[in-house]
Every structure is written in structure tokens, then in C-alpha cells.
């Protein structure tokens, strides 16, 4: 990947692609977003992107030496990054769905979007595991737990390439991000050294990425920033052609992260020029090199006269670029219709982030079912919070059509009640695209906590917004764009906020938007009704007041941990045995604190109720090959419509090596009536029970398991199941 003034506002600059690309090109990325193609800011709307496109390809083709196809890739997180696409829930957000089926629908639009406007490949999904919450990049996963990733990553794999082996001209190739082990830096910074063993890697990070590549047929493959154990991702051969193309059989493009083989000389200093800096990242498996500056692939002839590389592994490299230009038909279709935009940010699709953004709501609390409010009997209502009046999309956003705040939608949607409104807290000034955020003076938000009170004084209710967004807490891209936390509390004055405002003692709601899970204890202790409400996309504002006064009956469950502190880090559920034994000491005045997580995975409650009954295994003895079945009957019995996410854990009780005290192994989402009931089944092959021995042999050992089956990781009821040697 080059970098040159392609584009001159909003229009194709051939001449200087005539210079600098005579001979053709291989990809391009984010026509769309302007960052890296030298766009100006205000970027070009879905149709001008086709438009440029066709422009693009018609000059690569008629107007290089060898005439081939151009790809073009994009970002497309959650949503086509494209001005106009449509902005669905963050990734952790929709995570919290648990909806595999919902999960393929929201991604099979993001792949029309991205053909309407000639994208081929796109750079998702995201298949890391959050296992340290303080890393800003948290957002953009899926969680913590590798089974789920795995299930919700090959539903976004397959929605965007499709049923056939190879993408028709509705459906593009995908790019898994980013394979290793993202998700947990030393110290939560991003980027930062992960040192973990063979075992945690296959048992843990691989599984996800694993499942994309064999059961979905992901096309792409990003190699992670991070080293591991010593080895950088993009210098890891073992990784990236050992296991990636020998073990699992892929037979796709492998493309660095931004800057990222740079840093092999710049950052980890194992490469002592450019040269040889490529090399290792050619040698080990990287295809195609994404940079802004200087290319460091451009020094492979450099490395092939010092017999740092060969012309061999350079050819392979061109080859799978080829491959994945025949397999996506651009020589046979090169170029795009472009009346087929009005796709882009459709209304269809705006009604299908409405449904997901209602799906990824997670109700963490509501003691005396305060929730949902009564409209008759709340005529007016105080909205308050730095969030009310916001529609915060989270990072790899771009500009849809449409949004909504929850303030405007409440207003909108409810003109039988009266609502007012106050900031209550100013949570940052605004910054740049990089460059360190700046929190709000104290002293002006006294100001803004008074004028909250003294609005708040003479309505009925009070519903909080706050959290954080995603000028505080995002990717961290270098050590002037920080984005990583060091405290995981409600950050600025917003517990001032919510300790003033709770002196009212009026009926008191909150949500909580943020891209990770806040640590908010104090919150927790202060407030009856509290709504995991993390970024809902752009129909957050419709959501959230569906939500609020009953339309949307919250069925989502926690995808990640919510930790106590920081101190109680890690707060993944899948701990050993040996992990979280005692309580920790806390101070002169506190009790000790408990080593439990403040709100476990799994973890969601509902405007009704459902009740677990007459847990039963159809046979209790099994041999290491055979199949059994679990049933669990769930009711409904509360008063109104709900979903429920029935969950399957196994413990091994006793192992030649260590294992987790449970980890999820399926789950189902229901639709209960009330009084209704369901019975859910479970099919336990033995690939739910194997794990690696001693020896780092995938086995099933004989002796006894429990099987847990319940609505989150620490609430379920348990069946022994016996395996015996046959």
C-alpha cells in the first residue's frame, strides 16, 4: 500500500496517480473516510463514493501497464465507514444481544452498503478478546468469552461474504482483526507486550478466530500489534503461516495493521532497517503492508540483494493478492452500478439498528421495579446528564443520514409528558481527532450540578445519562492520543451529579453509555434502576425512550465482566481455581471488599421474570465419543412479553492440568408469553468437553462434570455428567 494524492477535493487526481502508480496497484483503503487517501475532511456522501470508484478502477485497468483490477477495502466495525451508512450499536454493545441471528442480519446490510459503494473487502470483524476492560479499544469487541466471539464472529463472517465460496456482487470478503491477542496489553495500553503461553493462546485467543477461518471461510486475516511472549504479531511466522495457513487450512490475504511493520524497527527494534524490517514481516506471512508514510515493502528488492527475503516469498505474496482479486470477480466485474446507493442508509436499515440498539440494552438493576416508568403517573420528567442530549456512535463511526439523542426522541415520541432537561456535568472540551482530552473545569460544573438540582426540584422523576464517550475512552493510536484508563469509575464530577441529585428523593433511573464496562460501585449503591446502555448507535434516542417507558422490554445480557475497580482486575469469569480465593482489604472504615465482579457475563434482568425448572440430563454416563442432551423447562413468570438467554456452562471437576471453574459452552434466546413455558435443549458433543493435556493434546478425559445451565455465569442450576473410558 502506497500513499499519494489520489484524490483532490473529492475528485480523482489522475495524473498523480499516473506518477505514482504507473504500473497498478493492489488496494486501496477507506475511499469513504478521507483518513488515509488524502481527502479533505468533509468527506464525499455513498453516491459520490461510487461515482469515484468506477473513476478509480477505469484508470487502473485502461490506464496502467499491466491493467489489473484495484481492490478496494474499507473499515465496517459496525457500519459501512462511509459518510451516509448506516451506524449500527458498537460491537460490544451488540454483543450484548447475544443474537446470532440478529448478528447476521446487521451484517449482511453492512455488506450491501459496502458493494453499493464498491468496496470489496472490509476490515471486520473484530474477534479479540476484552480481557483487560481498562484498554480503550474494548468497544470494539465482543467481549471476554471465546465461545461467544466464536458464535457471534462466524454469524458476521458468513452475513458478510455469503452462502458461496466466493462473494457474489452482494456480499464482500472479510478481514478478521486482529488475530493473537489484542484484548489484553500489559497495563491495559494499547499496542502494549502480552506475555502468555502456548496453552492460553489456543484455549482462549485462537478459538475465535479458528472458527472464522474453518467454519465461515474468512477471506482476511490483521495481525494484532502486540508481541507475544518476545514476538511481534507481524514478525510471528509460527503464528501466521504455521497455524494461520498449515493448521487451519486459510487460504487468504494476511494485511498488516497501520504502521505496523514499520514498527518492527521503530518500536520493537528487532529489525535493524526497513530492509529487513519487511522482511520479517514477509518472511512470516504478511501479504500486503498498510502504511501512511514511507512503504516499508518498498525496500523488499533492497532485502532480496541483502538475502533477507526471497523473490520466492515475494511472488507468494503478489499470488494471494491475485487470488483474492479473481476469487472477488474483478476481472470478470470490475466495476459497479452506481444507482444502488439509495441502499445506503435506507430506512430498512434504520429500522434494523433501531431493533439491534433495543436488543443491546442491558437492565443491570431495578429494585422495586421502577422501571419501566408509568407516563400516568410521571408527567414530568428531569432528563440530566453529559449523555442526554448526545448520539454517541463510538470509534470507526462515520456520518449517517440520521440520528437520534435521547432527549430529542423522548420529546418526539412522548408529548404527553413534559420533559426538561439539564447538562449536569460537562464531561471533557472538545479535542481533535488526536491529542489528549481535557476534562471539564470543576468549578463550572458545580455551576451545572446546581442549575440540574434546582431543575430537578419540581419533576416527578429523574433519569440520568451518563457514562463516558469516546473522546476519553477509545483507541489509543500513540502516546499524544491517549485513550487507554487508568480508573474505571464514573470519571469528571458525575458522582458529585448523581449524590446531589439523589438528595431530591425522587424516583431515580439511570443509563449508562460507555464503550467499556465502568466500574460505577458508587452509582450502584445511590440509584434503584440502572440500564447498561453502552453505544446504541444511531437510533440510540429512540431506544433509549422505547426502553424507558416500556416499549422495549431489555433482554440483553452482559458480554463482559463489570469489575468492582481497577483493583479487582481481572474480572473475566473463566478464572482458574487457585485465582480470587479471599476478599481484599480495603480501609480503616470500608468492610473487606468482595472478589466478585460487581455485575458478572451473562448477567441481564428483564421487566418480567423467568423461573429455571427440572434441570435433567438424558443419560448420566457417557464414553469420550458420545453425544448427550441437557434440558432445563424456563417460564415466564412475570406479566409481561420477554426474551430470555439461556446459558450453558461445563466445569471439568478433576483434569491432568488446570481449568477454569466454568466456561460457556452454548446458549439459546427465547420468547416467552407470560405464564408461558419452553424447554430448552442442549446437545453436549464431546468437543464441548475437551481441552488440551498435559501434552497439548486435544482430549476428552474420563471423570465427572458439572453442567450449568442458567441466566448468567453465576446463577444456574447443576447436573453431573459422568465420562468412562470405553
Not at 421495579?369 to 449523555?387: Q, T
Not at 429523574?462 to 464517550?469: E, P, R
Amino acid at each position: 500500500m502506497g500513499k499519494a494524492k489520489l484524490f483532490t477535493e473529492n475528485k480523482f487526481n489522475r495524473d498523480s496517480a499516473m506518477k505514482a502508480f504507473p504500473d497498478g496497484l493492489g488496494e486501496i483503503l477507506s475511499m469513504g473516510q478521507g483518513s488515509y487517501v488524502s481527502f479533505p475532511q468533509n468527506s464525499p456522501h455513498a453516491a459520490q463514493v461510487a461515482v469515484l470508484a468506477n473513476e478509480v478502477q477505469y484508470y487502473f485497468i485502461t490506464g496502467t501497464r499491466l491493467g489489473i483490477p484495484v481492490l478496494f477495502l474499507e473499515e465496517a466495525l459496525h457500519g459501512l465507514m462511509v459518510k451516509d451508512g448506516t451506524m449500527f450499536p458498537s460491537a460490544l454493545g451488540m454483543a450484548s444481544s447475544w443474537n446470532e441471528e440478529l448478528t447476521r442480519e446487521v451484517f449482511e446490510a453492512i455488506a450491501l452498503e459496502a458493494r453499493a459503494v464498491g468496496t470489496h473487502r472490509v476490515l471486520a470483524p473484530v474477534l479479540d478478546l476484552a480481557l483487560d476492560p481498562r484498554w480503550g479499544r474494548t468497544e470494539e469487541t465482543m467481549g471476554e468469552d471465546p465461545y461467544l466471539v466464536s458464535r457471534l464472529g462466524v454469524a458476521k463472517v458468513k452475513a458478510l461474504q455469503g452462502n458461496s465460496a466466493t462473494p457474489d456482487s452482494n456480499h464482500v470478503a472479510s478481514n478478521l482483526k486482529h488475530f493473537g491477542a489484542h484484548g489484553q496489553p500489559e497495563g491495559g495500553v494499547n499496542g502494549g507486550p502480552v506475555f502468555v503461553s502456548e496453552r492460553w493462546l489456543r484455549e482462549v485467543n485462537f478459538p475465535s478466530f479458528k472458527a472464522a477461518i474453518i467454519e465461515a471461510k474468512a477471506m482476511g486475516v490483521m495481525p494484532n500489534y502486540n508481541e507475544i511472549s518476545g514476538i511481534p504479531t507481524h514478525a510471528n511466522k509460527w503464528m501466521l503461516t504455521d497455524v494461520l495457513r498449515g493448521e487451519w487450512g486459510f487460504k487468504g490475504l494476511v494485511i498488516s495493521d497501520l504502521m505496523a511493520v514499520t514498527q518492527l524497527t521503530t518500536l520493537h527494534h528487532i529489525a535493524a532497517d526497513s530492509a529487513q524490517g519487511a522482511a520479517m514481516a514477509l518472511n512470516a506471512g504478511v501479504d500486503i503492508e498498510l502504511t501512511l508514510n514511507e512503504a516499508m515493502y518498498s525496500h523488499l528488492p533492497e532485502a532480496v540483494k541483502k538475502g533477507y527475503t526471497s523473490l520466492a516469498n515475494i511472488n507468494k505474496a503478489v499470488l494471494d493478492v491475485l487470488k483474492m482479486k479473481f476469487r472477488l470477480g474483478l476481472f470478470e466485474r470490475p466495476y459497479i452500478d452506481v444507482s444502488h446507493t439509495d441502499v445506503v442508509g435506507s430506512d430498512a436499515h434504520r429500522a434494523l439498528s433501531l431493533k439491534a440498539a433495543c436488543q443491546s440494552i442491558v437492565l443491570l438493576k431495578n429494585d422495586g421495579g421502577i422501571l419501566p416508568f408509568d407516563r400516568k403517573k410521571y408527567k414530568r420528567i428531569a432528563i440530566i446528564g453529559p449523555n442526554a442530549d448526545k448520539c454517541i456512535l463510538g470509534g470507526y463511526s462515520q456520518i449517517p443520514r440520521t440520528t437520534s439523542t435521547p432527549l430529542a426522541a423522548l420529546k418526539e415520541k412522548y408529548k404527553d409528558v413534559e420533559f426538561v432537561y439539564a447538562e449536569g456535568v460537562r464531561l471533557n472540551t472538545l479535542r481533535a481527532s488526536l491529542g489528549p482530552a481535557k476534562f471539564a473545569p470543576h468549578d463550572e460544573n458545580s455551576k451545572r450540578i446546581q442549575e440540574a438540582v434546582n431543575i430537578a426540584k419540581s419533576a416527578d422523576a429523574i433519569v440520568l445519562m451518563i457514562g463516558g464517550n469516546d473522546n476519553i475512552s477509545r483507541e489509543a493510536t500513540s502516546a499524544y492520543s491517549p485513550g487507554d484508563l487508568a480508573n474505571l469509575e464514573l470519571l469528571g464530577d458525575q458522582n458529585e451529579l448523581i449524590d446531589s441529585l439523589m438528595t431530591l428523593n425522587k424516583p431515580t433511573a439511570a443509563f449508562v453509555f460507555s464503550g467499556l464496562p465502568i466500574s460505577f460501585a458508587h452509582l450502584q449503591k445511590a440509584v434503584p434502576a440502572i440500564v447498561q446502555s453502552w453505544y446504541l448507535g444511531q437510533e440510540t434516542g429512540y431506544a433509549v425512550a422505547e426502553t424507558l417507558f416500556g416499549e422495549n422490554n431489555p433482554s440483553g445480557k452482559l458480554p463482559i465482566s463489570i469489575a468492582r475497580s481497577v483493583g479487582h482486575l481481572p474480572a473475566y469469569y473463566f478464572a482458574k481455581p487457585s485465582a480470587r480465593q479471599v476478599p481484599y482489604n480495603a480501609d480503616n472504615i470500608s468492610p473487606l471488599l468482595p472478589i466478585t465482579p460487581l455485575y458478572p457475563f451473562g448477567f441481564g434482568l428483564s421487566y418480567t421474570s423467568f423461573q429455571y425448572n427440572n434441570l435433567r440430563i438424558a443419560k448420566p454416563i457417557i464414553t469420550p465419543d458420545e453425544n448427550v442432551t441437557v434440558t432445563v423447562d424456563v417460564k415466564n413468570t412475570g406479566d409481561r412479553n420477554g426474551e430470555e438467554i439461556v446459558q450453558l456452562y461445563i466445569r471439568d471437576r478433576v483434569s491432568s492440568v488446570t481449568r477454569p471453574v466454568k466456561e460457556l459452552k452454548d446458549f439459546r434466546r427465547i420468547a416467552l408469553a407470560p405464564g408461558a413455558t419452553k424447554q430448552v435443549s442442549f446437545t453436549i458433543t464431546p468437543d464441548k468437553l475437551k481441552f488440551y493435556d498435559i501434552n497439548m493434546k486435544k482430549v476428552v478425559e474420563p471423570g465427572d462434570f458439572d453442567i450449568m445451565v442458567g441466566p448468567s455465569s453465576q446463577k444456574h442450576d447443576t447436573v453431573k455428567l459422568t465420562v468412562v473410558k470405553k
